[in-house]
Nanobody, 127 residues
Framework: VQLVESGGGLVQTGGSLRLSCTTSGHTSDDYSIAWFRRVPGKEPEAVICINRDGRTFAAAYANDRVFVYSARSKNTVYLQMDSLRPGDTAVYLC??????????????????????WGQGTQVTVSS
């Protein structure tokens, strides 16, 4: 299974970005996808997750600025981020859980819940 993120870059405060996570190498559509972000010296932080049925779960800090949606026919999940702030600067990674529910068996907040990870894409927000 492979996950490849794209769409990162440099953006000014208040700007928007749309990141993509494309999956391959799996035979089942019963999976959920989450986005995490990582800054140097810290553990990855959960951002948002999308169920197989399209329901989403977002971290409290991201609830009104971050949206996730999927194009299952393209095996791609998108992360739309608006009103970006310098504190959003991080490497953004997507992760795949081989069950359809983000909170199935274990909460999506935990990195251990996920089986496969991408390499990440850098997002830098300038002030």
């Amino acid at each position: 299974v492979q996950l490849v993120e794209s769409g990162g870059g440099l953006v000014q405060t208040g700007g928007s970005l749309r990141l993509s996570c494309t999956t391959s190498g799996h035979t089942s559509d019963d999976y959920s996808i989450a986005w995490f972000r990582r800054v140097p010296g810290k553990e990855p932080e959960a951002v948002i997750c999308i169920n197989r049925d399209g329901r989403t779960f977002a971290a409290a800090y991201a609830n009104d600025r971050v949206f996730v949606y999927s194009a299952r026919s393209k095996n791609t999940v998108y992360l739309q981020m608006d009103s970006l702030r310098p504190g959003d600067t991080a490497v953004y990674l997507c992760a795949k859980k081989t069950v359809p529910g983000c909170n199935q068996y274990r909460s999506w907040y935990f990195t251990e819940s996920f089986d496969s990870w991408g390499q990440g894409t850098q997002v830098t927000v300038s002030s």
